[in-house]
């Protein structure tokens, strides 16, 4: 029997973080530095597994700030570009960060991401944070007086309220208030779903290039090759969510099935092991309709997830959760600083997800495949489109300007192979209304 309400004492704090990925452990140790009193609920005890190892360069400074770096090199495999492989072209297209337009972020990390989320989760910790693992909190109050009252479970089945000044949901996908106030939608312009494992005894590229990301185009979508430190290679097929439907076999026979679609990815896999079952994951692209409120914010997969083409989960995760810890400062100690904070917080984390949303919603037109395959630099618009896939999306840059070029030859390239660029166009659009159809 539950205990009533009335019996439950409330735990006091200034600010508590929900959930403890990049986002939350980010934001709690910025907010642990500052002196506030701070308390992250996670659900999962860690290390635990996740996806998503790929870093961007412009993920290392973060990384300084926090004061993880050297823990994160150490972890780490250097990833200094990627690498493009389409069945529809005779080529591979290869690009490295150093030629991006700034040339001081050569290089980023791919990691194992149980390891990378326990170092930034007890990087809060040494921060002065304090940390409860194994607590799933399942209601959220917004009192009239203010603040936020948190209940949660423990492992132990014990129920605990926490009283809170401010709170920040970094719930990632379990997206407790967009879950909780019914502003959660999938995103009208995008679908996609995912299947992946971690594989020993991949051939992966020599040299400089063993810790490159690779990216496989074949019918269904786009793979995923991402060496790792131990010598694992995790590989995924991200596709429409209809191709998933047409699984007869257990995930992992799924996998391979899928894998034998792509005949270059099947190469260097033809030595390899899965190493434990597949995993999949359903149609996971969505936003909220708001980011923040009064005594709240959404900081990274909690608010809005769109798709790990270009690796930039954790990047915008972390980002978001810097432009949140000024707003949470700025509402505990200079209210009448609060709302330039929460603009520049809103504008900031919407300015990344549309940037990269207008790409990773063309990633299988034909037009944008053939733009990969064969990069040119006229303008210095290669240049342009490596710092946007560094991660350089944040700061005013000439980049901006050389972006919009690329966004009208791209078009320019559909006008005139305008039968293939429309077949695309309404495969995707057709590919959307299915996935809407099936959540209704």
């Known amino acids: 029997m539950l205990d009533s309400p009335a019996a439950i004492p409330e735990l006091l704090t200034d600010v508590l973080v929900v959930g403890g990925g990049p986002a939350g452990s980010t934001i709690a140790a910025l907010l642990a530095a500052r002196g506030e009193h701070v308390v992250l609920l996670e659900k999962d005890r860690h290390p635990r597994f996740h996806i998503g190892e790929s870093l961007l360069p412009h993920n290392l400074p973060l990384f300084e700030q926090l004061g993880v770096a050297a823990d994160i090199e150490r972890i780490g495999m250097r990833k200094y570009g990627a690498e493009f492989v389409s069945i529809y072209h005779d080529r591979q297209s290869g690009f490295e960060f150093a030629n991006a337009w700034d040339k001081g972020f050569p290089y980023a990390y791919q990691v194992r991401r149980s390891e990378f989320d326990h170092i930034l989760l007890k ?19 917004f009192p009239a ?4 009252l948190a209940t949660g479970r423990t492992a132990d089945g014990q129920v605990r309220r926490w009283r809170a000044k401010f709170l920040v949901d970094a719930s990632g996908r379990d997206t407790l208030l967009a879950s909780q106030f ?15 494992g971690h594989f020993t005894g991949a ?14 185009w074949f019918d269904h979508g786009w793979f995923w090759f991402i060496p790792l430190a131990d010598g694992t290679t995790s590989v995924g097929a991200v596709c429409r969510p209809a191709y998933f439907k047409s699984r007869k076999t257990d995930l992992s026979a799924f996998l ?3 894998i034998a679609l792509c005949p270059p990815l099947e190469k260097r896999l033809e ?21 923040m409120g009064k005594d709240y914010i959404m900081v990274g997969d909690a608010y809005a997830f769109i798709d790990p083409m270009f690796s930039t989960g ?3 995760a972390m980002s978001s959760a810097f432009f949140g810890a000024d707003v949470v400062s700025a509402c505990l100690h200079e209210p009448k600083k609060a709302p330039r904070a929460f603009r520049i917080f809103d504008a900031q984390v919407r300015r990344a997800l549309d ?19 064969t990069p040119r630099n006229p303008f210095r618009l290669q240049e342009a489109l490596l710092a946007l896939l560094a991660g350089d999306v944040f700061r005013p840059s000439p980049i901006h300007a050389r972006l919009i070029v690329f966004k009208l030859i791209y078009f320019l390239s559909c006008l005139r192979r305008f039968k293939s660029s429309f077949l695309a166009w309404r495969q995707r659009r057709a590919n959307i209304r299915a996935s809407a159809s099936e959540a209704t």
């Open 314 to 316: 954790v990047y915008v």
């Open 123 to 141: 990087n809060a910790a040494a921060k002065g944070a304090t940390i409860i693992e194994e607590c799933r909190v399942t209601e959220v109050a």
């Open 182 to 196: 019914d502003i959660k939608h999938r995103n009208p312009k995008h679908a996609s779903a995912a299947i992946f």
């Open 256 to 258: 391979m099935e899928t």
């Open 145 to 148: 007086d203010g603040g936020a």
């Open 203 to 216: 051939q992966r590229g020599s040299g400089k290039a063993e810790g490159n990301i690779v990216l496989f």
């Open 355 to 373: 940037a990269y949303s207008w790409y990773i919603y063309r990633i299988n037109a034909p037009e944008f495949r053939t733009m990969m395959m």
């Open 271 to 291: 030595h390899a092991q899965l190493v434990a079952p597949a995993t999949g994951t359903g149609n996971y692209s969505y936003r909220s309709r708001r980011m």
